[in-house]
């Protein structure tokens, strides 16, 4: 869903996408849609704890308010709307240990843990969900936006991103 409205943001424009688990989720899918003649948006993570987006950034990625639900919306920017938990991991992945910690091991053990999970593809937007929410947003009546919409429609079974 987060795609659908990044998408939105961009007005057609390429988007520079920060390194990390932001980049591993958008940047092939927007590298893939969008054109890359004209100069590139700059997408910044934000919201709560986190230091506010330079003033280059011209899209953010932002939790929901709590009480209302709706985007955070900083000012002079396009917002895009995550759900909590997602923006949480984004932001901060490494916050909450599988085990709790009870204390340090001892001298001349070497610990053992098999190494973090990482996914052995680039991660793949579910398409059904990406047109789902494309198709309920107004903007997707420009005609950029409705190129895009028809060309992952057109091709159900082929992988568009």
């Known amino acids: 869903m987060a795609l659908a409205h990044l998408l939105v943001a961009s007005e057609g424009r390429a988007v520079a996408v920060p390194d990390g688990l932001a980049a591993e989720l958008f940047r092939h899918a927007l590298d893939t849609l969008l054109p890359t003649g004209r100069p590139a948006k700059?997408?910044?993570l934000a919201?709560?704890?986190?230091?506010?987006?330079?003033a280059g950034v011209d899209i953010v990625l932002v939790?929901?308010?709590?009480?209302?639900?709706?985007?955070?919306r900083p000012p002079s920017t396009a917002a895009v709307p995550m759900t909590a938990d997602i923006w949480?991991?984004?932001t901060s992945p490494h916050r909450e240990l599988p085990v709790p910690v009870t204390g340090?091991?001892?001298?001349?053990v070497f610990r053992d843990d098999p190494l973090p999970l990482h996914p052995r593809r680039l991660f793949r937007p579910d398409w059904g969900v990406f047109l789902h929410t494309l198709a309920r947003l107004p903007a997707v009546r420009e005609p950029w936006l409705r190129a895009i919409h028809d060309h992952v429609r057109?091709?159900?079974?082929?992988?568009?991103?």
Do not use: C, E, K, V
């Open 104 to 108: 340090g091991m001892p001298d001349g």
């Open 63 to 72: 939790p929901p308010l709590p009480w209302t639900g709706r985007a955070r």
């Open 42 to 44: 700059r997408l910044a």
């Open 88 to 90: 949480s991991q984004l």
């Open 47 to 54: 919201g709560p704890g986190l230091p506010a987006p330079d």
């Open 154 to 161: 057109s091709r159900p079974y082929a992988d568009p991103f």
